[in-house]
């Protein structure tokens, strides 16, 4: 049941009603308090960490847990339907701190970003960088718009407007505005954060990012090369993807900035270069991106299987594309590269054995030439792509 920040006063008849009917009551420790008391009923505060066990102690009672506004928008009531099942939750919702933030801002929910930082990483938000763009952050608590503004002013986003709303919809609400760059407020434990974004350019959410968005050693799938194998891996919502052999991480990146939801794997045998992938994820606004120190086939059992997989080295690895093709669903997609002769050897009998498509990919780049410009080519890339059946 979702409860505001004005707690009983804003509930209707029938959320009331439900509430005195309940045999127990779990909620955090501030929602508790906004209740009246009601004889014979139990309340319990949830644990932290978090954990839904005390729920097994009643379930023979009817039980009424709290979220605040509307427990389906980043609330608990995902978290307990997907623990429980949808047929023993039933959902309740109030109005949601996003419905007051826009309702108080003038913004039109469908231009809106709207972040969940809640138990998140802030480098989050570096993902939606764009002139003018207009984000609401359901932060994770009151030192949350320092972070934020820290980052914003690290990439050129400084002047960013910020607005913390403060306790929507209760007697203590508030509003804060002010600029990332000399952000100094303090802000309530239980705020919505506004950004009106205000920078440059910095990078496209679609593939091929530049390639000094990267740091790396050389060890980089090309801006062209990139984009390539990207539209041939088709990042869907809610999919996998694995980047075997992941050199700076560029392919699992931006496989992660196609969509909120979407999740990589980057693999890959180099210590030094897995910290890097690490930092380019965080930078790039996706420090989700989950990854693993080990070489490959064998490091590979321990992960979700995905749904499309990207191998940019070490193709020739005895094994290692069987791998990859085994664990593919039907529609599944693979993408190989090689550079070398014994690899584009290994992908043409992939070709002939498999089918997909073979593709040979020379990229040149205008380059000075003494006081004349001519064309610099770079290493032709053999390219194989195969989707499962």
């Known amino acids: 049941m979702g409860i505001g920040a004005d707690g009983w006063a804003g509930l209707g008849e029938a959320s009331r009603a439900r509430l005195e009917a309940a045999a127990v009551v779990v909620g955090s420790s501030r929602q508790l308090g906004l209740l009246p008391e009601v004889d014979g009923q139990l309340r319990r505060a949830w644990p932290t960490p978090l954990s839904y066990d005390l729920l097994s102690d009643y379930v023979d009672r009817p039980v009424a847990v709290l979220a605040s506004g509307d427990p389906m928008l980043s609330g608990i009531g995902s978290a307990l339907i997907r623990a429980l099942g949808p047929d023993v939750v039933e959902v309740l919702p109030a109005v949601s701190s996003v419905s007051l933030a826009l309702a108080r801002l003038r913004w039109s929910a469908e231009r809106t970003q709207v972040l969940s930082l809640v138990g998140r990483r802030p480098e989050q938000v570096l993902r939606h ?16 718009p320092g972070r934020v503004a820290e980052l914003l002013v690290a990439v050129g986003y400084g002047e960013t407007h910020m607005i913390v709303l403060g306790d929507l919809g209760g007697a203590e609400e508030s509003r804060t505005d002010g600029v990332a760059a000399t952000w100094d407020a303090e802000a309530p434990r239980l705020h919505v954060l506004a950004l009106h974004l205000r920078g440059p350019v910095v990078g496209s959410w679609a593939a091929g990012l530049p390639d000094d968005a990267y740091e790396h050693d050389g060890q980089l799938t090309k801006r062209d090369l990139r984009a390539s194998a990207l539209a041939r891996l088709m990042p869907q919502p809610g999919q996998t993807l694995w980047d075997v052999g992941a050199g700076a991480g560029s392919v699992g990146i931006e496989w992660m900035r196609a969509h909120p939801t979407c999740r990589a794997v980057a693999f890959e045998a180099d210590a030094e270069r897995a910290a890097r992938i690490r930092r380019n ?25 995905p749904h499309a997989v990207f191998v940019g080295g070490g193709a020739t690895t005895p094994g290692l594309l069987l791998r990859c093709r085994e664990v593919l669903p039907r529609g599944g997609r ?4 090689g550079v070398t002769v014994e690899t584009e050897r290994e992908l043409g009998v992939q070709y002939a054995r498999h089918g997909g498509e073979l593709t040979r990919i020379a990229v040149e780049t205008a380059a000075p030439i003494g006081s004349y410009t001519g064309w610099a080519p770079a290493r032709t890339v053999t390219q194989w792509s195969w989707s499962a059946s």
């Open 281 to 305: 994820a965080a930078r790039l606004g996706v420090p989700g991106l989950e990854v693993v120190h080990g070489s490959a086939p064998e490091i590979l059992g321990s992960s979700p299987h």
């Open 334 to 337: 693979l993408v190989a590269h």
């Open 129 to 144: 960088l764009a002139p003018g763009h207009e984000v609401l952050v359901l932060s994770s608590d009151e030192s949350t």
